[in-house]
């Protein structure tokens, strides 16, 4: 299950990291280059993860409800507040639906753990 939310989240970021890195003037190249080298560094916190979770479960307890916080930080102070500058009912019905749909992939993938 945390795979598949990982999949679902880490290709619409690249997508949206890639479109954001032309947006600042690079080129295509230059783009998925970085935009490479940027995704390897998630390759090296899945390592980091598997090394400090081998050698002490014990952290473990204490990083996953850090971790979430974090996300929920995110949500809250970011997210939301953009969502708010877009007052016309077609844009916030997408996003509503949006939300639902996020909401519904969650507890899809809670059924499959």
Do not use: W
């Not at 598949?4 to 783009?31: C, D, M, N, R, W």
């Not at 850090?66 to 916030?92: C, V």
């Amino acid at each position: 299950a945390t795979t598949i939310a990982v999949v679902f989240h880490e290709i619409p970021q690249e997508i949206s990291e890639f479109g954001v890195l032309l947006y600042g003037g690079y080129t295509k190249k230059k783009a998925l280059l970085a935009n490479f080298l940027i995704a390897l560094t998630s390759v090296l916190g899945a390592i980091l993860t598997l090394i400090i979770g081998a050698t002490s479960e014990k952290l473990i307890i204490f990083l996953i409800p850090f971790a979430a916080g974090n996300f929920i930080y995110i949500a809250t102070a970011d997210l939301i507040p953009e969502l708010h500058k877009q007052t016309k009912i077609n844009i916030s019905l997408v996003q509503l639906i949006a939300f639902i749909a996020g909401i519904l992939v969650m507890i899809l993938l809670l059924g499959l753990e």
